[in-house]
C-alpha cells in the first residue's frame, strides 16, 4: 500500500470512530434522560436542557474527528 493510500484510510478510520462514538454518546444521553423523566416527570424540562446540551456536546466529538483529522 503506498503512503498515500494509507493516510487517507487513517483519515476514513478516524472519521468513522469518531462519528461511532458520537452516535453511542447520543445514544446513551437520549436513553438515560428518558429514564430520568421516568423517574421524576416534573424534572422533564430540566432534564430536557441538560440532554440537548450533552448531546450537542457528543456530536462535537464527530465534528472535531472529521475535520481536525485532515
Known amino acids: 500500500m503506498d503512503p498515500q493510500a494509507a493516510v487517507s484510510l ?3 478510520l478516524q ?9 453511542i454518546g447520543v445514544a ?3 436513553s438515560k ?11 422533564s424540562g430540566a432534564i430536557l436542557v441538560q440532554s ?13 474527528a472529521l475535520f481536525l483529522g485532515r
Open 10 to 12: 487513517h483519515h476514513a
Open 15 to 23: 472519521g468513522a470512530f469518531g462519528c461511532f462514538a458520537a452516535a
Open 28 to 30: 446513551w444521553i437520549g
Open 33 to 43: 434522560a428518558v429514564e430520568a423523566v421516568g423517574r421524576n416527570p416534573s424534572a
Open 52 to 64: 440537548i446540551l450533552g448531546m450537542a456536546l457528543a456530536e462535537a466529538i464527530a465534528f472535531y
